[in-house]
């Protein structure tokens, strides 16, 4: 029975590749929505929060979605001590195990759900499909603005971060949304356009510095602990050629002090 008005929140995480660090993360959401919550309206409760991961790398997703998995031996603590610790499970949705049959909803989120899903596990001509099955349903919505401005979002998000499409399969995208969807075919030419004077080949490296920055610190923080802030600005300081460098070095580092060292710090 409902006793009490409330609030729901679903607080919604993306992941491209196994982050273990994410049950921390999402805590930290979590925290900032509560003190908002009291700070406005001096409530003596806080709303319940359902924190859900939607994972779409290419690797799958072994991580256990317990918060107290990031505790060091939280299993093996008397009862009395893990009582005074917080954990909490979050909800996790692999998008790599889903069918074009299991993805549901209304055309944005399937399109915005088999997107994200195809993204990094389909090569360039694979991955054509999914573009013209996008263009197919947008081009049907009684909205036609919205469908075109949705796919001018989808486009922008495909052609900076998915597989890098030939001049031949490019021309077959617009050659194909020319006959099904000629508002679409437009908007990707003059997107394309404009990547290129916004210096597409730059935000590839820095979208990849970006991923390796990340990962280099998500390791360190597996193996050493949560890193300082001066470690994580001199990480993302680095260059592309060093940042691989590091990633691959992680393996040998034994103690923090060789992360130190590394970094010249």
């Given at each position: 029975m409902l006793i009490n008005n409330g609030y729901l929140y679903f607080l919604f995480e993306h992941k491209?590749?196994?982050?273990?660090?994410?049950?921390?993360?999402?805590?930290?959401?979590?925290?900032?929505?509560?003190n908002r919550n009291v700070n406005k309206?001096?409530?003596?409760?806080i709303p319940m929060i359902i924190p859900m991961v939607l994972c779409h790398g290419e690797t799958k997703w072994k991580i256990n979605p317990m918060f107290?998995?990031?505790?060091?031996?939280?299993?093996?603590l008397p009862k009395e001590v893990k009582q005074m610790i917080p954990d909490y499970r979050y909800l996790l949705y692999d998008l790599s195990q889903f069918s074009d049959e299991d993805i549901k909803g209304n055309a944005e989120l399937m399109i915005a759900l088999s997107v994200a899903r195809d993204i990094f596990k389909k090569s360039g001509e694979e991955f054509l499909e999914t573009i013209f099955k996008a263009a197919e349903a947008l081009a049907e919505l009684d909205e036609k603005e919205t469908g075109l401005e949705y796919f001018e979002t989808?486009?922008?998000y495909i052609l900076t971060s998915g597989?890098?499409?030939?001049?031949?399969?490019?021309?077959?995208?617009?050659?194909?949304?020319v006959l099904t969807y000629k508002e679409g075919s437009e908007v990707t030419m003059t997107l394309a356009e404009v990547l290129r004077e916004?210096?597409?080949e730059e935000g590839i490296e820095k979208g990849k510095k970006d991923s390796l920055s990340d990962l280099a610190i998500n390791r360190l923080s597996k193996k050493?602990?949560?890193?300082?802030?001066?470690?994580?600005r001199k990480i993302a300081e680095l260059d592309l050629k060093m940042m691989e460098l590091l990633n691959y070095e992680i393996d040998n580092f034994s103690i923090i002090?060789?992360?130190?060292?590394?970094l010249a710090l």
């Open positions: 491209s590749y196994p982050d273990r660090m994410v049950a921390l993360q999402l805590l930290t959401y979590m925290v900032r929505i509560w309206k001096l409530d003596t409760h107290s998995d990031l505790i060091l031996d939280f299993d093996i989808c486009m922008r597989p890098k499409l030939t001049k031949e399969q490019f021309n077959t995208v617009i050659r194909e949304l916004e210096g597409f050493f602990g949560i890193m300082p802030a001066e470690y994580q002090e060789d992360v130190k060292k590394f």
